[in-house]
């Protein structure tokens, strides 16, 4: 079946630093692939989207590129902030059966100024 | 703006007691899912509903009913609580017609305790 896996957190940053956090996925055919940040007592909500190979999805600063040979999705950005201290998770959603999607278990972000 | 809403936030339960949880969706989405969240386990999926009248089980549906009666609610309930099922729950609903490009949009979440 379909799988996410996502590097373990936490990930402890300092401001300013470079942020990556790495999610590869296991799916048949070419999914929709998703991150979604979820802040302090609140739900998921979507951060970027890619759809199909090569597509760049990006949004407040954060960039993700849909890599179909090496099966990745890895997040980052080039200066993070306190504010992006949150649960990030990856996500794929397969174009076909029952399209339900598959979640990673989410890596914490912890930025300290 | 509502979005998906959730009720209520906050439940503590005794052992053998019932309730319903409450998931209610403003954007006309196909698709309703229950989740619920464990420290160190990510989002399960509890049961989900691909349209008005239907249920589908997930990945961990042992202990929990659910029913879609109406397009825009989604109810879960327990039957008989158990300290098991002390977790945070979330509801969430994506389009149906394009699933695999729609992302999900999840209510705040219920923080049910089982003691």
């Known amino acids: 079946g379909d799988s996410v896996t996502q590097m373990e957190g936490p990930v402890t940053l300092s401001e300013e630093a470079f942020l990556t956090i790495n999610c590869t996925y296991t799916?048949?055919?070419?999914?929709?692939l998703f991150w979604y940040v979820q802040y302090p007592g609140e739900g998921l909500q979507l951060l970027l989207k890619?759809?199909?190979?090569?597509d760049k999805g990006s949004n407040k600063g954060f960039e993700a590129t849909y890599r179909k040979e090496t099966t990745s999705f890895h997040l980052e950005k080039g200066s993070v902030q306190v504010s992006d201290s949150a649960v990030y998770f990856c996500a794929l959603s397969p174009k076909g059966g029952s399209y339900i999607p598959t979640f990673g278990r989410g890596t914490s972000l912890i930025v300290h100024p | 703006n509502a979005g998906v809403t959730q009720t209520p936030k906050f439940r503590v339960l005794k052992t053998g007691q019932s309730m319903t949880l409450l998931c209610a969706q403003d954007m006309n989405h196909e698709y309703m899912y229950w989740y619920r969240q464990d420290p160190g386990m990510g989002l399960r999926l509890i049961h989900y509903?691909?349209?008005?009248?239907?249920?589908a089980k997930g990945e961990v549906p042992d202990g929990y009913n659910v029913s879609r009666l109406k397009k825009q609610n989604f109810l879960l309930g327990l039957e008989s609580a158990a300290p098991s099922q002390t977790s945070v729950y979330f509801c969430?609903?994506?389009?149906?017609?394009?699933?695999?490009?729609?992302?999900?949009?999840f209510g705040n979440g219920t923080r049910l305790t089982v003691t």
């Open positions: 509903s691909v349209g008005e009248g239907t249920t």
């Open positions: 969430a609903s994506s389009y149906g017609t394009a699933a695999y490009n729609s992302p999900l949009h």
């Open positions: 890619a759809t199909k190979a090569d």
């Open positions: 799916a048949t055919g070419y999914p929709s």
